[in-house]
Structures are given as C-alpha cells and as structure tokens.
C-alpha cells in the first residue's frame, strides 16, 4: 500500500530552528509537496520537490531523497505564527496526491 | 483568502436530513477536488473533477454525491449521512490535475447528529 509517515507532533522555542521529516512508500513518484495548515483555516502550499536536492525559500527550506523516500521541511528563526500543522503529500504515478496525517508544530517563547 | 470560496463555514444536520455543501474558485484551474479531513488522520480524497468531468471516485459511499455545472463551481450533496461522517469537508482547485499546487477553501465543519 501507500504510506506517508511524519511525527504526529514537534515542539519548538521562538527564534530555533525545527526540522519535520516525511517518508514515503508510494506507487511512482511526480513530486512532494508540503502545506501549512493553521487550525480552522485552509491547508496552504509552502513548497513542491520533484528533483533531488534543497529549495530554500525564506525562512522555509524543503529537501528530497528520492532514493531514500525521504524529505523534510526546515524552518528557521521561528516565530509563533509558525504554529500550525504541517502536511507532506506525494504524487504517485497516478498523479493521484497521497497524503501524510501532518504534524503539529508548536512553537513556545 | 486563497481564491476558493466554501459555504457553509459550518453544518449541524440529522441523520435524515439533504443538504448541499458549495464550492467556488475564480482562479481559472481546471481541476476542483473534495476531501474529508477528520482529526489525526490523512486528508482523505472524495472526488476530482477535470475539465468537469469526474476522473476520481475513491470508493465513497452513495451518500455522498457530486456535482460540477461549470468549472468554477462544484457542490457535495449530502443525504442520509451518519454520525462518522462529521468531519471538516476541503474543497480545493488547482489549475491542472497534474503537479501544479492546490489551493483549498477554509472547508465545511460537518456535524451529523
């Protein structure tokens, strides 16, 4: 079957630095992407890999292993608004998106 | 504010009762997706639409229908449903079905009772 996996939820102080993993077991790959989702509110796109390697983008960076199925979402000097779930979603082959169950970030002073 | 628009923000309904959930996006995508997101869990995809016509249907019972006049509209008609159905209902767009990122409205909190 399909699975994505990332820690249910993280902890953080102001100004650190935080970084949540996803792994994945798919059929076929055409990209990750990740999503922010403050509670109540919509899921929003952060960052989308489909090669190898780090794309940085502010604050937030995102990095991909294909080989290893396995990425991960970095936030630095983190504010409280940072706090919120995070959601890694994998396009199988299918183009079909399969997602993770998120990852609470909570950030304290 | 991310282009989609969903309403009700927030449904209580009998187990007897039909109501209509709407989605909205004047974003120009052509692809319009329902998931259901309950707590803790996966987002789970419902149905896609591209080009309005549904290319999806994952395995989601009859109670739950469907419906895309046009492509910038898409409702979820709802009737019979039961209380494990009470979840937040993500309609989102994107401009293709392929790898291009989704925009979601701020969702339907669906109580069933």
């Known amino acids: 079957g399909q699975n994505i996996d990332q820690p249910t939820e993280m902890t953080a102080t102001e100004g650190a630095i935080v970084q949540i993993n996803c792994t994945y077991q798919?059929?076929?790959?055409?990209?990750l992407f990740w999503y922010q989702q403050h509670a109540g509110e919509a899921p929003t796109f952060l960052s989308y890999?489909?090669l190898d390697g780090l794309e940085e983008k502010g604050r937030f960076s995102s990095f991909l292993s294909r080989s290893k199925g396995y990425s991960y979402l970095l936030l630095k000097e983190l504010q409280m608004k940072d706090s919120a779930s995070y959601l890694c979603?994998?396009?199988?082959?299918?183009?079909?998106?399969?997602w993770g169950a998120g990852t609470k970030l909570i950030i304290k002073p | 504010e991310t282009g989609v628009t969903q309403t009700p923000r927030h449904l209580v309904m009998g187990m007897t009762n039909k109501k209509s959930l709407k989605c909205e996006q004047h974003?120009?995508?052509?692809?319009m997706y329902w998931y259901k997101q309950s707590a803790k869990k996966p987002l789970e995809l419902m149905f896609v639409?591209?080009?309005?016509?549904?290319?999806e249907n994952n395995s989601v019972p009859s109670r739950f229908s469907p419906e895309c006049p046009n492509s910038s509209h898409l409702f979820l008609h709802l009737h019979t449903l039961q209380p494990e159905d009470s979840a937040l209902y993500l309609c989102?767009?994107?401009?293709?079905?392929?790898?291009?990122?989704?925009?979601f409205g701020q969702g339907t909190r669906l109580t069933v009772v």
């Open positions: 989102a767009s994107s401009a293709l079905r392929t790898n291009t990122e989704a925009f």
């Open positions: 974003l120009g995508h052509n692809a």
């Open positions: 639409y591209s080009l309005e016509e549904r290319v």
């Open positions: 798919t059929s076929g790959f055409n990209g």
């Open positions: 890999n489909v």
């Open positions: 979603a994998v396009l199988d082959s299918n183009y079909q998106l399969i």
